[in-house]
């Protein structure tokens, strides 16, 4: 299970900002048994995103690209605009559960996230908000549901 680990964040990538919740997440991944292929970090620009995520889902054949940042309300936040852009389908299953896991664990800024969920190809796109707690509860829905979320994407069935 190969796994690819997107942080968008323009403070992040100046450096004046440490990444938490990418690492954070390669070692959730790692702790289940996924390799992890690609990591980096990027600012928020729309254009960038978009062509790693096509980059990571095309030409490295990841199974799964899980993002961070990039998914409220600011007008620089424009991580869904540009995962949108690259899926061929949304699972937006995915992201309604993860806002419902925050809510039900009495975050009610949960709902604040405008996260998306997709496939590009035979790769799974997850976005996940920036902070380390809402990405510490994000894992903990998604690393349940991706073994039967690729079985499904290879076509072994429901």
């Not at 309300?73 to 896991?101: K, M, N, Q």
């Amino acid at each position: 299970m190969k796994a690819a680990v997107l942080t968008i964040s323009d403070s992040c990538a100046a450096g004046t900002r440490v990444d938490e919740s990418g690492p954070f997440i390669a070692g959730r991944l790692q702790g289940a048994g996924w390799t992890i292929e690609e990591m980096t970090i990027v600012p928020d620009e729309q254009m960038e995103i978009a062509e790693i995520l096509e980059k990571w889902a095309t030409e490295h054949h990841v199974d799964v690209i899980i993002t961070t940042g990039g998914t409220g309300f600011s007008p620089r936040d424009v991580t869904p605009e540009a995962t949108l852009s690259v899926v061929d389908r949304r699972a937006p299953g995915i992201s309604e559960a993860i806002r419902l896991h925050g809510l039900n664990k009495g975050v009610p800024t949960a709902c604040l996230s405008r996260a998306e969920a997709g496939l590009r190809k035979t790769t799974l796109i997850v976005n996940l908000p920036g902070s380390l707690k809402a990405v510490q509860d994000g894992m903990d829905v998604l690393i349940p549901l991706l073994p039967h979320a690729l079985e499904m994407i290879a076509g072994k069935g429901h």
